[in-house]
Nanobody, 126 residues
């Protein structure tokens, strides 16, 4: 599976962005997907995850209520809608995939994922 993230950019605090992650391969619809981010000088951290059907989602506390993860299996794409952005959301955002259909608390760990995209930069100005 190859993943291509896009949609990053510069936005003012309080604004919105929608990230997309396009996946190659016919098995995308059976994969659990996740979003992570890495700010300068910090470790990569979990943002959100979604099960293969979209029925279950998980969020980091820092983004809960502001970000929404979703997927369109017909388009082999997972999305991250980011609203009410804050300067502390500035980071490179990565999408990731795992052949397991379902997500658990372990899905909040980067070690859960087998495939990674190249990242897209989100900069939130104050």
């Amino acid at each position: 599976v190859q993943l291509q993230a896009s949609g990053g950019g510069l936005v003012q605090a309080g604004g919105s962005l929608r990230l997309s992650c396009a996946a190659s391969g016919r098995t995308f619809s059976t994969y659990a997907m996740g979003w992570f981010r890495q700010a300068p000088g910090k470790e990569r951290e979990f943002v959100a995850a979604i099960s293969w059907s979209g029925a279950r989602t998980l969020y980091a506390d820092s983004v809960k209520g502001r970000f929404t993860i979703s997927r369109d299996n017909a388009k082999n794409t997972v999305y991250l809608q980011m609203n009410s952005l804050k300067p502390e959301d500035t980071a490179v955002y990565y999408c990731a995939a795992n052949p397991d259909r379902f997500i658990t608390q372990q899905s909040m760990s980067s070690q859960f994922y087998k495939y990674w995209g190249q990242g897209t930069l989100v900069t939130v100005s104050s």
